[in-house]
């Protein structure tokens, strides 16, 4: 089945230690999003991907980073974590024209931060 | 600005129908969605309305757009334990790439 895959589902990792999250596709979506979700609040998006178009929100913060090596996967680059950047990391694809301009979201990855 | 509100829990006894609402904020929005987010797991698309419409219905579930006081609804026929979980508003931000804007969520009880 055709789905958004998001590796690790569970990561912890020591404050200040970067730390890589990955999600991949089968959809083969033009359009990949990171978004960081905190307990009990709404997903926030952090950026996103149109092809190799990177766009970056205006309020996401320098410490995050993001590649996309090709149209199938798209990293998350956490270079110094801080205690508040513990969260639920979820991807997300869409086909920019497609149906009701669907996102498909993968499980996320929980990361923790000692 | 950006801003989707919606109350926060709502608790139903199992048979009865839940009514989960939501305001946003822009007008120009094309599309409005509800998402389902059951425990430790990611967002999964229940169902979406074209902004030029002011109904569907799709099984157990039906949403209302009121576009003048935009305002949304989701109700959830004949509600079952299986339907506890948080549910997510969103409109799409017409300035961006599909863009979706959440509500913080409503968590739905369902109980006996």
């Known amino acids: 089945d055709a789905m958004v895959i998001q590796n690790p589902r569970y990561q912890v990792t020591q404050f200040g230690k970067p730390v890589t999250l990955s999600c991949s596709q089968t959809?083969?979506?033009?359009?990949m999003y990171w978004y960081q979700q905190k307990s009990s609040q709404a997903p926030k998006l952090l950026f996103h991907?149109?092809?190799?178009?990177?766009?970056n929100e205006a309020d996401t913060p320098d410490n995050f980073q993001s590649r996309r090596p090709n149209t199938s996967f798209c990293f998350l680059d956490i270079r110094s974590p801080g205690l508040g950047d513990a969260a639920m990391y979820l991807c997300?694809?869409?086909?920019?024209?497609?149906?009701?301009?669907?996102?498909?979201f993968g499980p996320g990855t929980r990361l923790t931060v000692l | 600005g950006e801003d989707v509100e919606q109350s926060l829990f709502l608790s139903v006894r199992e048979g009865d129908s839940s009514v989960i609402n939501c305001t946003y904020t822009d007008s120009s929005s094309t599309y409005l969605y509800w998402y389902k987010q059951e425990p430790g797991a990611g967002l999964q698309l229940l169902t979406y309305?074209?902004?030029?419409?002011d109904m569907k219905q799709d099984q157990r579930l039906t949403v209302l757009l009121n576009k003048k006081d935009k305002h949304l609804s989701l109700r959830i026929a004949d509600t079952q334990t299986g339907d506890s979980a948080i549910y997510f508003c969103a409109e799409i931000f017409s300035g961006g790439y599909n863009k979706l804007i959440f509500g913080a969520g409503t968590r739905l009880a369902v109980h006996p």
């Open positions: 991907y149109y092809d190799k178009d990177f766009n």
């Open positions: 959809l083969n979506h033009n359009v």
């Open positions: 309305i074209f902004s030029n419409m």
């Open positions: 997300a694809t869409s086909r920019v024209g497609g149906s009701y301009n669907e996102q498909f």
